[in-house]
Structures are given as structure tokens and as C-alpha cells.
Nanobody, 118 residues
């Protein structure tokens, strides 16, 4: 069982930056793929980025490529999402997830709100 707790969300102006963190419980953090997803009001949850257990492999959604960067610190059981050049359309609840691969997510955090003002 893995428990995930996100933090770092907030209100930021367009063009600004935020760094989200997701702290995970459990001793096998490095064996999991970790991912970030987001859900805007009235829209379905969508994939943002994912990273494999070693940190060597990353997957990106095209709409954040070049602006967002996922990373992880296995010693701290934490995954991060650095978000730069934020746009109002990035406003959403951002969720952290863990799973055995980039196509299967077994555990989810409670989400953290990101609001980008124009």
C-alpha cells in the first residue's frame, strides 16, 4: 500500500512558476512509476508527466513539454513537478499517482489546487 500526499499548489500569475511535491509512504518507492495528472472544472482528468523508478525515463504530455519538468528523489520518497511559464489554462487540481508502469496507476493522492490568473 502506498499513500501519496501532494503539496505546493496555490495561486500564481500567468508566466509564473510553482513546484509541486508528492510525498509517498512505503519502502518500495523506487520501484514505482510516479505520475502527475490534472483535472480542470468540467473536464476529464488528463495525464501530465510520468517518471520511472530510476528517474531515467520520462513521459510528457505535449501541452506541457518545455514548461513542466518531473523529477524524483528516492531518498526522500518524493516526486516533484516544476511548472514554469504557467498559463491560465493550466488551472486545475493536480494529482500525484503511483503504479507499476506508465499505463497503470494504482494509487492516487488527494490533489492540490493550482490556479493561474491572467
Amino acid at each position: 500500500q502506498v499513500q501519496l500526499v501532494e503539496s505546493g499548489g496555490g495561486l500564481v500569475q500567468a508566466g509564473g512558476s510553482l513546484r509541486l511535491s508528492c510525498a509517498a509512504s512505503g519502502r518500495t518507492f523506487s520501484s514505482y512509476y510516479m505520475g502527475w495528472f490534472r483535472q480542470a472544472p468540467g473536464r476529464e482528468r488528463e495525464f501530465v508527466q510520468a517518471i520511472d523508478g530510476s528517474g531515467a525515463i520520462r513521459h510528457y504530455a505535449e501541452f506541457v513539454k518545455g514548461r513542466f519538468t518531473i523529477s524524483r528523489d528516492n531518498a526522500k520518497n518524493t516526486v516533484y513537478l516544476q511548472m514554469n511559464s504557467l498559463k491560465p489554462e493550466d488551472t486545475a487540481v493536480y494529482y500525484c499517482a503511483a503504479g507499476p508502469s506508465a499505463s497503470r496507476w494504482d494509487y492516487w493522492g488527494q490533489g492540490t489546487q493550482v490556479t493561474v490568473s491572467s
